[in-house]
């Protein structure tokens, strides 16, 4: 096994970790006391072509394959988890859903935009009472013959406010289950269509999350991506996808907690010498370290099944499990070694504390991710 990036890869993580330090590093903290979307940051993301990594040339995006991408979301999420987030929803879950299964008029039309961060895209599956059950959601779309009328709630939507372009996920017959469900690009604007108030979060505060109601909203026919009674699958391959981003992002929140913490272990003195000759702190570094690298391992073979084609559900449900529980560990271990300075917003280790608990919620919770892995290993 090569376990060796190629220059390309280098290259990208590079370009990622500069942005990250130069761009979204200044002011961080403030957007986060301030609940500050990074407007500008984002706009100077797609302009570097990631907003749209892995969608096709021909629409604007970088041809990338799934490895380049994590390795950016990992350096992004070093620094900025709110911005890395926005990086991931119009990566992994609207420029790939559209990619993948749009038609050509679909992605002539919203994809181009979406891939520069023209437009910015959000994925609306959840809902007050069904989550990531797409099986259990209330929002309907009734054929009308040559539209859908769409009404409902979608619930902790990210981007919810700062996007334009939405994926709906919505039934059209309840009768067929999961067979009657399909998928929809709605756009800001649309009459009928309102974002809620911003939800006042723990963590990713930099990250605008909404709620949003469909009340008679009338969605052209050839808004519909795929075939009638495909919105369950799209869903859930989509979702697939994005727990690989969910995961390199929970990766770079405990890289970056860790990196954090060593170089603070080295200039902290306690007792006559530096934290770091302290066998408690040693320890505690030592044990981060051995972590963050089995996550890592365990998020590139996530993104490497998947670009070789194999199934990649159980592999990306197991790095996104394993990688969240370890951003948790690492930025609350991270707040330990700088002490009552950790507990300051001006060491960025609380901060990322607070971000890393949602790795382990969105793109399905931790019991979810079980599930899947459950599933998936007693199958046979």
Request: hydrophobic fraction near 35%; proline fraction near 2%.
């Amino acid at each position: 096994m090569d376990f060796k990036l190629t220059e390309e890869h280098e290259m990208i993580r590079q370009a990622a970790r500069d942005f990250a330090i130069n761009e979204l590093k200044p002011g961080v903290i403030e957007r986060d006391e301030k609940q500050e979307f990074p407007t500008e940051q984002v706009k100077k993301m797609g302009e570097l072509g990631f907003m749209g990594m892995m969608a096709s040339p021909e629409y604007g995006g970088g041809g990338m394959d799934t490895v380049s991408y994590v390795l950016a979301m990992e350096e992004l999420s070093k620094i900025d988890a709110s911005a890395s987030v926005v990086v991931s929803v119009n990566n992994s879950l609207v420029c790939w859903g559209l990619d993948t299964y749009g038609t050509e008029e679909q992605k002539e039309k919203y994809l181009s935009k979406l891939t520069t961060g023209e437009k910015i895209g959000a994925f609306c599956l959840s809902e007050p009472e069904a989550g990531s059950d797409a099986t259990s959601q209330k929002t309907t779309a009734i054929d009308k013959g040559d539209h859908y009328i769409l009404n409902g709630t979608k619930n902790w939507i990210t981007n919810g406010g700062s996007a334009e372009i939405y994926l709906v996920i919505a039934h059209t017959d309840k009768q067929k289950k999961h067979r009657g469900i399909n998928a929809f690009i709605v756009e800001k604007g649309m009459e009928g269509f309102e974002v809620g108030p911003k939800e006042q979060k723990m963590g990713i505060r930099g990250s605008d999350t909404h709620s949003l109601t469909f009340n008679d909203v009338k969605v052209p026919k050839e808004n519909r991506i795929g075939e009638d009674g495909f919105g369950f699958k799209f869903a859930m391959k989509t979702l697939a996808g994005g727990r690989i981003g969910i995961a390199a992002q929970a990766l770079g929140i405990a890289a970056g907690a860790y990196e954090l913490a060593k170089e603070y272990s080295k200039i902290r003195k306690a007792f006559g010498t530096e934290i770091k000759n302290h066998q408690a702190i040693a320890f505690k570094l030592a044990d981060m370290h051995t972590s963050i690298e089995a996550a890592r391992h365990m998020v590139m073979k996530a993104a490497w099944d998947k670009d070789n084609g194999n199934n990649y559900d159980l592999s990306g449900a197991m790095a996104k499990l394993y990688a969240s529980q370890v951003a948790m560990d690492v930025t609350v271990e991270a707040v330990q070694v700088h002490g009552g300075n950790g507990y300051v917003k001006e060491y960025h280790v609380e901060r990322m504390m607070r971000d890393a608990k949602i790795t382990q919620i969105y793109e399905g919770t931790s019991e979810i991710q079980k599930i899947v892995i459950s599933r998936s290993i007693l199958a046979d």
